[in-house]
């Protein structure tokens, strides 16, 4: 079975695994936006210390920006707000690789061809062009980055970092904990590289806390250096360090993601297990206690593998999704806090920050890029009814249905008994089915591939048949959920039959005490006269005793 080229291409698409489709409209700042310029929007960040700012970048690689604009935050050569998006023209035609907020806020950009470029608040040197004026418009950082290609920003509250193509880490701007990594506290007013620790090493990430710094390392080693006085370096102590120091205690690990909260990290290791260290205010480190950790923790143990970790310099608010697209929070969530990792509804965790985190920022450059890969379950969902991967046919009412035997084998007792007592390689792989309908198979077969079912309350009732007859019993109680909130007075005792028919006691009971409560109309209904006169008599004394023709 493992063997199966089907299932083995679903373990590799599992392998691939990316983020869903995402949705700016979840920011209630995109409601400034129309219908036909919401369509434009490729990727998009909401920033600023109310998330009153937003900048987009558009299919054709237009930027515009729009929102409270303080501190100049938006670029746009004045300090004024703005309801209406503006465009920014210093791209010309370049996409944007990168982009992370200040606090300020002070925003970085990174373009795919490697240049630097940074506005807003610069009262620290934080945009790395050598002084404190605030940067009105956009512009490039080139000191000390000469030759260099820069292919990752991350801003703490007032410093910033940038990751180069070459793997080099370079540091500027406030410095009062040690977060740029000179070896002082001054502060750096261009960009300047990081080295100590770091030194021959080759980066692949960066994170920053408000006052902190992380870098990870092409081998899965993790360093920190900044402010430390709640753990958030997971050195072990709570003392400043002012060059990096490697957190020893993910030793023997290889980290693939590490992202910073204000004042806690997450670091996800390449076999999906999650560590998380820091200030623990809120529960944001998801230990289900509020106690700060000085070194890296395990959480989520009990959860199936994780896939992404996601948290912000401005929040304390953690987020995470598993290999099969569940996606927990946890820490300050609209004001409570929450200390355990919280399975939630949404489809990624960019949504988790909209809905949920204070401010209601993103976490990362959001894209509405279509992904090229789906996740297990999107994946078995279209693969439903797909004669160009199927295996095996079924023919219902004269119309097939194609499925896969490995999948009916994991999904169904049923298929796996019937394919070990019964099916030989040589077997024609088409089954006929006489006893149900095509739409109550059909819908039987997708069950086993979608964990859901779409059908009428009236062809819900063949459905429950087949439910109990394969003893799928999860089915049979979705069948019952359909038919309860399908029935009508015009149908509900032919419910009631089946009901009793199948043997489904909760669902006789709740299709019984709807037909006692609309008992006139239901006697004028064609169904009801039709019923065979056993099940008649013995309806109509269950409703005596129950008092349904008294005066």
Wanted: proline share 3%.
């Amino acid at each position: 079975l493992l063997a199966s080229p089907f299932i083995t291409s679903f373990y590799s698409q599992l392998a691939l695994l990316l983020s869903s489709v995402m949705d700016v409209s979840k920011w209630s700042l995109f409601y400034l936006l129309s219908a036909q310029e919401l369509a434009t929007v490729r990727q998009a960040c909401v920033f600023g210390t109310t998330a009153n700012e937003a900048i987009y970048i558009t299919h054709g690689n237009e930027v515009f920006v729009f929102g409270l604009n303080c501190s100049s935050c938006l670029g746009t050569g004045d300090g004024l707000s703005t309801v209406m998006p503006k465009k920014l023209d210093f791209l010309r035609g370049k996409k944007v690789a990168s982009l992370s907020y200040g606090s300020g806020p002070h925003v970085l950009l990174a373009t795919d061809d490697g240049q630097l470029f940074a506005w807003g608040h610069n009262g620290y040197s934080q945009l790395g062009n050598g002084s404190t004026n605030p940067g009105l418009s956009p512009v490039l950082i080139t000191a000390n980055l000469q030759n260099k290609k820069v292919k990752e920003v991350s801003c703490g509250s007032h410093h910033s970092m940038a990751l180069t193509l070459d793997g080099e880490v370079f540091a500027w701007g406030y410095n009062n904990c040690g977060q740029i990594g000179s070896g002082s506290t001054a502060n750096q007013p261009y960009p300047r590289k990081v080295t100590g620790c770091l030194q021959g090493k080759n980066a692949s990430g960066i994170t920053c806390g408000q006052t902190s710094s992380m870098a990870l390392v092409d081998n899965g080693e993790v360093y920190g250096w900044g402010y430390n006085g709640n753990g958030q370096l997971g050195i072990g102590n709570n003392g400043n360090q002012l060059t990096p120091c490697r957190v020893a205690a993910l030793q023997g690990m290889c980290i693939q993601q590490i992202v910073s909260g204000y004042g806690h990290c997450l670091a996800l290791t390449d076999k999906g297990l999650l560590y998380a260290w820091g200030a623990n205010t809120y529960g944001q480190l998801g230990t289900g206690t509020k106690s700060n950790h000085l070194s890296p923790v395990h959480i989520m143990a009990d959860k199936e593998r994780v896939v992404e970790v996601a948290a912000c310099h401005s929040t304390h608010t953690s987020a995470a999704k598993t290999q099969s697209g569940q996606v927990f929070m946890w820490g300050q969530c609209r004001g409570q806090s929450i200390v355990l990792p919280h399975l939630t509804h949404l489809t990624n965790t960019d949504d988790v920050f909209a809905c949920f985190a204070t401010p209601s920022v993103m976490w990362r450059l959001m894209s509405m890029e279509q992904d090229d890969f789906l996740t297990v379950a999107e994946a078995l969902r279209k693969e439903f009814d797909s004669p160009e991967t199927a295996d095996l046919k079924f023919s219902v009412d004269g119309k097939y249905i194609h499925v896969h035997k490995a999948v009916l084998k994991i999904r169904c007792e049923h298929f796996r008994s019937m394919f070990r007592s019964q099916w030989t390689e040589d077997q024609q792989e088409v089954i006929e089915i006489g006893q149900f309908s095509y739409p109550v198979y059909r819908s039987f077969l997708q069950f086993l591939y979608t964990d859901t079912v779409d059908l009428s309350p009236e062809d819900a009732i063949g459905l429950l048949d087949l439910a109990t007859s394969y003893c799928e019993n999860r089915l049979k109680r979705l069948c019952q959920q359909i038919i309860k909130r399908g029935i009508t007075v015009e149908n509900a005792f032919t419910l009631l039959s089946a009901a009793i028919r199948y043997d489904a006691e909760d669902l006789e009971e709740f299709c019984f005490r709807f037909c006692i409560n609309h008992l006139t109309r239901v006697t004028q209904t064609e169904a009801f006269w039709q019923v065979d006169g056993a099940m008649l008599k013995e309806f109509i004394s269950k409703a005596s005793r129950c008092g349904a023709f008294k005066n």
